[in-house]
């Protein structure tokens, strides 16, 4: 055990004092933040370049529909042509020409370079608003009387527990869900990847003899996949502290409250978009009302678990290899299941309970991705967890076993094209 912890100790604070960790715990935290910040900052910046619009309308139908915004200036233009404006474009002043023909059914822009979109969607909501309008009064139908006949629907959903009725928003546990999806999905790749290249990398410098010398190989891979398990949970901790402290140190800075950052932040998504007042309203009681006590230690056991298990398969790769180039044949396989898991979990975020759901958060190999998000959608029972739990915890104790018989072969082995069949081989001695 002593032997397991050195190795820990020095795979952990040789990668902590690596340039590389320094600059990505530095880099991460800032991309982050930029991400967040961003759209804030310019959706906070007024357009200060008005778009000056020429119209020639030969339908004399739209000079009181396009109006002038802030943003946006039309000018209607009577006695010239397209050919005429087009002569002078460049020193004319204008951004774009619009054109609308005497059938008003066809409608064109010409620019001399790419017009805004914000121009182009302005002119067909304009247009289409009083088409609209005036289709209903042939029809003897005012906007008025279509008005007084929408009314907006809401439906609250309340979730039933031993404590009483508390409010919920399937639009958390979604989002909840599908942010440790990514969350997993990264950092197993990241830092199991990582594992097989450190295998690589002792195995060609062969530092990796002189270390077999004092320990056993099953100590060797076991302590390095925990160590680096170590830097990665360390790193992740990092970018969480880091990100906060930088978004709130930088948005007073723009003068922008960490409310406006939720709210533009949920404008950017198509869900809330097309939500009402109301459903803002239920979201800050749901994420309140959420337990995340088990969605934590959840995420963390799965977490941990998806990485032992993966690390595992990806140090057995790295022993098998002497170089990355020959990985690749032996990746695909193992990586298939795990892009696989994030790949449904879109179709499992519809339908959290469904067998599809069930049987892809029992598998070990997809459990790691699917599992958090149903726990985040409230949608797995305890025993579920716990069976998901034990048959992940399994499967690793296993993989662990055929990647040590790997491991202990292929890491001495040298210069040699290894195939599945070779595989297969050391594991049966």
Do not use: C, H
């Not at 992740?236 to 003068?255: D, E, N, Q, Y």
């Not at 104790?397 to 599945?420: E, H, N, P, Q």
């Amino acid at each position: 055990m002593k032997k397991i912890i050195l190795i820990i100790q020095r795979e952990y604070i040789t990668r902590v004092k690596k340039k590389s960790f320094i600059v990505m715990t530095i880099l991460g935290p800032l991309l982050m933040a930029a991400l967040m910040v961003a759209p804030v900052f310019f959706a906070t910046m007024e357009n200060s370049s008005l778009q000056k619009v020429a119209v020639i309308d030969q339908s004399k139908k739209y000079e009181k529909v396009l109006v002038n915004t802030k943003t946006i200036s039309f000018e209607f233009i009577k006695d010239k042509s397209v050919e005429d404006i087009k002569k002078d474009f460049e020193n004319s002043g204008y951004n774009a020409l619009l054109t609308i023909p005497e059938n008003d059914k066809t409608y064109t822009v010409y620019s001399d370079k790419q017009v805004e979109i914000t121009v182009i969607s302005y002119i067909e909501d304009e247009i289409e608003k009083f088409k609209e309008t005036s289709n209903l009064q042939k029809d003897g139908i005012s906007p008025e009387q279509i008005s007084s006949a929408k009314e907006n629907i809401y439906i609250s959903t309340i979730k039933w527990t031993n404590e009483g009725d508390e409010k919920s928003s399937p639009v958390v546990g979604q989002i909840v869900g599908f942010i440790f999806a990514i969350i997993i999905y990264m950092f197993i790749f990241m830092y199991g990847v990582q594992v097989m290249r450190g295998v690589i990398e002792e195995k060609t410098s062969r530092i990796v003899e002189v270390i077999i010398s004092s320990v056993k190989p099953f100590q060797l891979m076991l302590g390095k996949i925990v160590g680096i398990a170590m830097v990665a949970l360390t790193q992740f901790l990092l970018w969480i502290i880091l990100t906060l402290i930088i978004v709130s140190t930088i948005l007073p800075m723009f003068g922008v409250s960490g409310g406006q950052l939720v709210n533009q932040n949920a404008q950017n998504t198509e869900i809330v978009q097309n939500a009402s007042n109301n459903e803002f309203a239920d979201i800050v009681p749901a994420l309140l009302n959420t337990n995340w006590t088990l969605l934590i230690f959840v995420f963390l056991i799965f977490f941990i678990g998806g990485y032992l298990l993966y690390a595992s398969m990806f140090a057995a790769i790295g022993s098998a290899v002497d170089n990355e180039t020959d990985t690749q044949q032996f990746m695909l396989p193992v990586t298939i299941p795990l892009i696989l898991a994030f790949i449904m979990a879109q179709g499992i975020m519809r339908d959290p309970v469904g067998d599809m759901a069930f049987w892809f958060s029992m598998i070990p190999f997809t459990s790691p991705i699917i599992m958090p998000m149903r726990v985040a959608m409230e949608s797995a029972a305890i025993w579920e967890i716990l069976l998901s739990a034990f048959i992940l915890i399994l499967t690793f104790f296993g993989t662990v076993w055929v990647a040590a018989k790997i491991y202990r072969t292929g890491i001495l082995m040298y210069g040699k094209k290894i195939s599945y069949k070779e595989l297969w081989k050391w594991l049966r001695y």
